[in-house]
């Protein structure tokens, strides 16, 4: 009987502790969708599907991250809890095209 007293507590602090999972695709040298709205408050699991055949990098200075994505490859990138805002990242590889922001509200 305790024990699932105990469980009935921890299970609503497990939902909140769960991350919000979001899908980036870099194809054409380009993030798609380029722009990607989020929860304030709350982390984020953000996976990134490299869909060109040569390596991306996921940069972002803001929120201190960089991560090489190979080609054909992908890669997760744990993010927040972030205050709401404007969150700029890019492509190093391919500055002048892969461009984002992540959205927090």
């Known amino acids: 009987m305790k024990r699932l007293l105990l469980i009935s507590l921890l299970l609503p602090l497990a939902a909140l502790a769960a991350e919000d999972n979001y899908t980036l695709l870099i194809k054409d040298h380009r993030f798609q969708p380029p722009e990607i709205t989020v929860p304030s408050g709350k982390k984020i699991k953000l996976k990134v ?23 054909n490859s992908a890669a997760t990138i744990h993010i927040g809890p972030l205050a709401p805002g404007r969150y700029p990242f890019y492509g190093e590889f391919n500055e002048a095209t892969a461009q984002g922001v992540i959205i927090a509200q």
Do not use: M, Q, Y
């Open 49 to 71: 599907e490299n869909r060109d055949a040569t390596p991306e990098e996921f940069e972002s200075r803001v929120l201190n991250r960089e991560k090489v994505i190979a080609g």
